[in-house]
């Protein structure tokens, strides 16, 4: 039977690394290339260049 300290012990291993990979979501999400804002045409000398 698991006992009350390795219990508590996987209970904050598993809190801990929940937090960590929600963090990591975040940040890969923010920094996700479907997020950045469109690109405007350059236009030189009277042509269209993307």
Do not use: R
């Not at 997020?35 to 236009?43: N, T």
């Amino acid at each position: 039977m698991i006992s009350d300290s390795q219990l508590y012990t996987l209970a904050i291993f598993l809190g801990s690394a929940a937090m960590l990979l929600i963090i990591l979501y975040h940040f890969l999400e923010v920094n996700s290339e479907d997020h950045a804002p469109p690109q405007k045409p350059k236009v030189v000398a009277g042509k269209v260049k993307i």
